[in-house]
């Protein structure tokens, strides 16, 4: 939650506006964490930011 909060994330919608791989370099999220927030995120019909297929 600080790492979150000291990256200016309070709300679960903000999480829309990020890459799974910019949230996994947050120190203290790791690969369960990262999961949790996936499964919150598609219980609200959102997803974190589509990675570059470039």
Do not use: D, V
């Not at 200016?8 to 999220?29: C, D, M, N, S, W």
């Amino acid at each position: 939650m600080r790492a979150l909060a000291g990256a200016g994330i309070h709300f679960l919608e903000q999480f829309t506006g990020y890459r799974a791989k910019e949230i996994r370099q947050l120190h203290g999220i790791g690969p369960n964490a990262l999961k949790k927030l996936q499964e919150a995120l598609a219980a609200r019909g959102l997803s974190f930011k589509k990675e570059n297929t470039e």
